[in-house]
Structure formats: C-alpha cells, structure tokens
C-alpha cells in the first residue's frame, strides 16, 4: 500500500508548537494595535472637542493623521468606534465624581460636592457631554450610559448609607436617594448644556443642593435622634 503525504501531513497532524520567538512577536504585534487603537480613540475625543457632536469619520482621520481605510482597520464602522469614544468619555464622569464623594464627610456638602463634580465634567467638557446626549440612541453607548450613571450611584449609595448609619439612622433610603440623585442632576445637566449654560456653576449647584438637601434634611429632622447629636449636626451645617 502506497504511503501518501497526507497520512503525514494532512490536516489533523500533529502541529509544531510556535517558538517562543513567534510567540513574542505575535504578543508586541498586540501590544501594538492596542496601543493603536487607544491612539486613534484619543484623536476621536479631540476631533468631537473641535468639531462637536456631529464631527464625521473624514475630521476624526484628518485629526489622527491617518486615511479612513486605517479606521476601518481598527474599528469596524462609526458605530464601533463611537462606542470606544463614550466609554472614555463615562470613565472621565466616574473619574471626577467618585474622589469627590469619598471626601466629603457631611450629608449636605456630599450632596453639594456630587453636583458640582457632575457639573464640572459639562463645564469643561461640553462638546464631549453634548456626544453622549447626540448618540445615546445607539445601543451600546445607551448601556454605557447606563452603567456608568449605575456605577457612580452605587458609590453614592453606600457613602449615604454609612452617613446615615453614623447618624443612628435606617440605612434603607440610601440606594434610591443616590439613583435619585444621579438621575435628578443628569436631567438638570441636560438643559444646562444645551441652553448654553445660562447659570453659572457655583449657583446651579447650590440651588440644586439647597432643593435636594431640604428633602433629605426634612427626614433627618422628622427621626427619632437624640437632641446633642441632632443640635451637633445643626451646629456643623452653619
């Protein structure tokens, strides 16, 4: 029986493991496109600052320096890549919120200090806030959206949580005071920005603390809490 290169080297034989040297050529070629592709995200975020919302796929090549065909190879449409754009854009909300909020130590100024680092983010940012408003019909960014607004409402609930505890108070309204919270301030946000920021930041956000904290300050008040802690507190909020 006449032997064929098949039985030898046919499509189930056993292959020669890649050499290390292959393998370490095949990681930096990763490593590469990444980098790449964190490249080109960055010149998105710089063409929507200079551009705004509507910036096109021709002014994000113009602004990376590369020709639509080399996009394309990173990302596989528009769409792709304004995704990867919001994703930045959420995790630089979280980035300003989130210090903010750990900081603080009072109920009134937590409330004041997640509004003013809200707004902050439009404030310096309007063209990138404004894209996320423009695109939040598209599924993806939508879900970022969402899990970002999730993200900095969880770390709010459980730093109301343990100021409410300290205070000798139920831990329960925490959760959906912060949602409340977030939610209330992104709508507000949304009518700063687009009315061309008709109030200046410091006053938008103490008349939005002073609203909120009135509701919150009423069950503090109306809980059963010894009189020194609640004069105490009275004493610290002047």
Do not use: C
Not at 82 to 107: F, G, K, T
Request: zero cysteines; charged letters at 25%.
């Amino acid at each position: 029986m006449r032997r064929t290169t098949t039985d030898v080297n046919g499509p189930d034989a056993p292959r020669e493991p890649a050499s290390p040297r292959s393998g370490g050529r095949r990681d930096r070629w990763a490593d590469h496109r990444e980098q790449r592709r964190h490249e080109l995200i960055a010149a998105a975020v710089q063409a929507l600052l200079q551009h705004g919302p509507s910036v096109d796929m021709d002014q994000v090549a113009a602004t990376a320096g590369v020709s639509k065909p080399v996009l394309y190879r990173y990302f596989a449409d528009k769409a792709q890549l304004w995704l990867a754009v919001s994703e930045v854009v959420a995790a630089r909300v979280v980035a300003a919120i989130a210090p903010a909020v750990e900081q603080v130590r009072e109920e009134r100024a937590l409330v004041e200090a997640t509004i003013d680092a809200y707004l902050s983010v439009i404030e310096y940012e309007p063209s990138l806030y404004r894209f996320l408003v423009h695109e939040s019909g598209h599924p993806g960014i939508q879900q970022v959206v969402t899990g970002t607004s999730r993200q900095v409402a969880t770390g709010l609930a459980r730093v109301i949580g343990d100021r409410l505890r300290a205070l000798g108070l139920d831990a329960g309204p925490a959760e959906p005071w912060a949602y409340g919270l977030v939610g209330f301030v992104q709508a507000v946000g949304d009518w700063w920005t687009t009315h061309g920021q008709p109030i200046h930041r410091a006053a938008l956000t103490e008349y939005l603390t002073t609203l909120l904290w009135s509701g919150i300050e009423g069950v503090r008040r109306g809980a059963d809490l010894p009189p020194e802690l609640t004069r105490a507190h009275e004493r610290i909020d002047r």
